[in-house]
């Protein structure tokens, strides 16, 4: 089992910046990637970032390009997202994940483990 543990968060202004990092632990050598997604009110969860195990390839969902960067500290098995020019519609309940696949990455269904879940909001 790995266990996945958020922190961070928070309220800000727009334009503003937050960051978010997930502690992973237990049997992480079965890792392949990690993942970010968030919920907002009333939306679908959806896939914001993701991260091979390595840290050697990282992608985007394309509404955070240019604004969000998702890293891996090796040796503390963190992830981190760094969010700036942060939006109201960036307001959501955002989920760190981890899958033992290498296949996919937007697919939730992929991710076998979940962390709680952190709330951010962006105030206008």
């Known amino acids: 089992q790995v266990q996945l543990v958020e922190s961070g968060g928070g309220l800000v202004q727009a334009g503003g910046s937050l960051r978010l990092s997930c502690a992973a632990s237990?049997?992480?050598?079965?890792?392949?990637?990690m993942g970010w997604f968030r919920q907002a009110p009333g939306k679908e969860r959806e896939f914001v970032a993701g991260i091979s195990w390595s840290g050697g390839y990282s992608t985007y969902a394309d509404f955070v390009k240019g604004r969000f960067t998702i890293s891996k500290d090796k040796a503390k098995n963190t992830v981190t997202l760094h969010m700036n020019s942060l939006k109201p519609e960036d307001t959501a309940v955002y989920y760190c994940?981890?899958?033992?696949?290498?296949?996919?990455?937007?697919?939730?269904?992929?991710?076998?483990?979940w962390g709680q879940g952190t709330q951010v909001t962006v105030s206008s």
């Open positions: 237990g049997r992480t050598s079965s890792m392949s990637r």
């Open positions: 994940a981890g899958s033992e696949t290498p296949l996919g990455w937007a697919a939730q269904g992929l991710y076998g483990f």
